[in-house]
């Protein structure tokens, strides 16, 4: 079995930091995880400076990539203005997002469901290459609160993307959810992913059960890093290296190298000069096989 480990530690985990990088500082770590083996890297947002300003500078991260062969990179756009600014770059992938709900429509984009997913829609019509459609907050809401799979569902039918990813975007999901919604979603006849949080402890029982129900893509970030700024008490994702560490163990080909995943994180604790969320890059690789 093998599945594609996406790193979004460049623009989901950097982007809730209290530390602003420059562009640089964030080309370089996009580079560190394609070296570590990450077959695709969600490097940039393509938003408003002023909203997200730890996102500011795409063009420049995009610039100062040394790109690597076998590596996909792939840019989030909320719109319209979002995707023209990616097309103009040489990134792979458009990842598109919109949530699941009404209020969180609003609040993170400034539009209802309908006007998200119309908007969503043209876009990827227009696409010129592969593209990704990420449903957040399809397990539960941080203003609505729990939401309905069927809804869900109808959503992910609407759009005509090459690739739907289910986002816990504020870590209230569980396995049995997450494995009927994904099971539910793979019968559209697409590859299906999950972008899981941990804000409860149940992201990575929920990334398994994910694969187990069908799921292509998995997302995390290095280090455990992320969050959502408008989805209040959201933490931080999945660690890449621990969910590698666990595939690894059950049997799951992911192509990456653990050890120097686990040097990433070493060095971006000392970049942000804090201890981060991730639990393998403190314990190390387990010398111990089953």
């Known amino acids: 079995m093998a599945v594609i480990l996406c790193d979004v530690g460049p623009r989901d985990g950097l982007?809730?930091?209290?530390?602003?990088?420059?562009?640089?500082?964030r080309a370089e770590l996009v580079n560190k995880l394609s070296a570590a083996g990450l077959p695709r890297i969600e490097a940039v947002s393509f938003v408003r400076d002023d909203r997200v300003?730890?996102?500011?500078?795409?063009e420049a991260v995009v610039a100062a990539i040394d790109r690597r062969e076998g590596v996909e990179y792939a840019g989030l756009v909320l719109n319209e203005q979002g995707f023209e600014r990616?097309?103009?770059?040489?990134l792979d992938r458009v990842n598109v997002t919109l949530g699941a709900t009404?209020?969180?429509?609003?609040r993170n984009g400034n539009a209802t469901l309908d006007e998200a997913t119309a908007r969503v829609e043209r876009i990827?019509?227009?696409?010129?290459?592969?593209?990704t459609a990420t449903i957040?907050?399809?397990?539960?809401?941080?203003?609505?609160?729990?939401?309905?799979?069927?809804v869900v569902a109808e959503l992910a039918a609407k759009l005509e993307a090459d690739e739907l990813v289910l986002a816990d975007t504020i870590g209230v999901a569980t396995p049995s959810a997450v494995r009927s919604l994904v099971d539910r979603v793979a019968g559209l006849g697409k590859p299906v992913g999950f972008h899981g949080h941990n804000t409860r402890n149940t992201g990575y029982?929920?990334?398994?059960?994910?694969?187990?129900?069908?799921?292509?893509?998995?997302?995390?970030?290095?280090g455990g890093l992320g969050g959502c700024p408008y989805a209040p008490r959201a933490t931080g994702n999945i660690a890449t290296e621990d969910l590698v560490y666990l595939l690894q163990g059950e049997g799951v080909e992911t192509g990456v190298d653990l050890e120097a995943l686990?040097?990433?994180?070493?060095?971006?604790?000392?970049?942000?000069?804090?201890?981060?969320?991730?639990?393998?890059?403190r314990a190390g690789a387990s010398i111990v096989s089953a």
Do not use: H
Not at 16 to 25: D, G, I, Q, R, Y
Not at 102 to 106: A, G, L, P, V
Not at 205 to 222: F, H, I, T
Not at 262 to 281: A, D, F, M, N, P
């Open 53 to 58: 300003p730890k996102m500011a500078g795409a």
């Open 102 to 106: 009404e209020t969180f429509n609003q």
């Open 205 to 222: 029982a929920n990334a398994l059960a994910a694969l187990e129900a069908g799921a292509n893509v998995l997302d995390a970030s290095v």
């Open 262 to 281: 686990i040097k990433v994180s070493q060095w971006l604790e000392g970049v942000l000069g804090r201890t981060l969320e991730g639990q393998v890059y």
């Open 86 to 90: 990616l097309r103009g770059t040489g």
């Open 15 to 25: 982007q809730n930091e209290p530390e602003t990088l420059a562009p640089a500082m």
């Open 124 to 131: 990827l019509a227009q696409a010129d290459r592969p593209t």
């Open 136 to 150: 957040s907050v399809a397990f539960g809401c941080p203003f609505e609160g729990e939401v309905d799979p069927g």
